[in-house]
């Protein structure tokens, strides 16, 4: 199966713009998905469909795509922010499989 | 607003069969169009995706694990299950129950808190 590239960290003052990608081949065909996991808890659904943000979730969590690489940006960050991000889509190319990024630990400094 | 929670024994030997329940509350787990997902994650590591169920029973498995994985529905229960048969160490996870998010298909939405397994003798 593909494998989802992301960046392993990505750190960002409070009140400024964090930008996680995600990467890989033919990610430009599929939907892409955004989940958050804070330490201790379980993943949690923060972008659906590219760009399609929840019920709950606030507006400064978005989500797009440009060719193979898929961006999450979270702007004003905030302290609550801090968490790590996996990417995911559903592959059935091959094998039929749900498909996790490597996840990127979100710091707020 | 459907909830998730898992249960099962903490620790399992290798070799040995590992079972897990997700017990649903909050809706139906026998009708609509939600596949029910098991995923896991090693400590400090990433998600891995094992498989799902649908309400009429049929099933898909990650190619890793197909073989020694099963996964069934209790609907008299509102639960399902997962069974993962001659287990070693990397088996050892926090294992997570999921629902199809009602946003859509392939969508992990929502999640069990999770259940850590260890596999040790």
């Known amino acids: 199966s593909d494998v989802l590239a992301q960046p392993p960290s990505v750190s960002v003052a409070p009140g400024e713009t964090a930008r996680v990608t995600c990467g890989g081949n033919n990610i430009g065909g599929k939907t892409v998905h955004w989940y958050q996991q804070k330490p201790g808890q379980a993943p949690m659904l923060v972008i659906y469909y590219d760009s399609g943000r929840p019920s709950g979730i606030p507006e400064r969590f978005s989500g797009s795509k440009s060719g193979n690489t898929a961006t999450l940006t979270i702007s004003r960050v905030e302290a609550g922010d801090e968490a790590v991000y996996y990417c995911q889509v559903w592959q059935s190319s091959s094998d039929l499989v749900y498909v996790f990024g490597t996840g990127t630990k979100v710091s707020v400094l | 607003q459907v909830q998730l929670q898992e249960s099962g024994p903490a620790l399992v030997k290798p070799s040995q069969t590992l079972s897990l329940t997700c017990t649903v509350s909050g809706g139906s787990i026998s009708s609509g169009s939600s596949y029910w997902h098991w995923i896991r994650q090693p400590a400090g590591q990433g998600l891995e995706w094992i498989g799902r169920?649908?309400?009429?029973?049929?099933?898909d498995y990650s190619p890793s694990l197909q073989g020694r994985v099963t996964i069934s529905l209790d609907t008299s229960k509102t639960q399902f299950s997962l069974k993962l048969t001659s287990v070693t160490a990397a088996d050892t996870a926090i294992y997570y129950c999921?629902?199809?998010?009602?946003?859509?298909?392939?969508?992990?939405?929502?999640w069990g808190q999770g259940t850590l397994v260890t596999v040790s003798s």
């Open positions: 999921a629902r199809d998010s009602d946003y859509g298909g392939y969508i992990l939405d929502p």
């Open positions: 169920i649908y309400p009429s029973g049929s099933t």
